[in-house]
């Protein structure tokens, strides 16, 4: 169980706008270049994380990588 905030990396295929920022959890949405949408910012806990996903999962993108890191 997660007590903290993390930082997450969620790279995604296909290009998705900023105005998608909302809902994902006010994470920040950067289309690449390369065809890939980068979703960063934090999470409170597993269950926003989770939330994401089934987010992406609904929109049927397919998830490259998500990658963790700690506020402090």
């Known amino acids: 169980m997660m007590n903290t905030p993390y930082i997450y990396e969620i790279r995604v295929k296909g290009v998705l706008a900023n105005r998608w920022t909302d809902w994902f959890e006010g994470l920040d949405v950067h289309a690449e270049a390369n065809g890939e949408t980068l979703l960063r910012g934090d999470l409170i806990d597993q269950s926003a994380l989770f939330g994401v996903l089934t987010r992406i999962h ?4 397919e998830l490259i990588s998500v990658t963790r890191s700690s506020l402090s």
């Open 58 to 61: 609904s929109l049927n993108l």
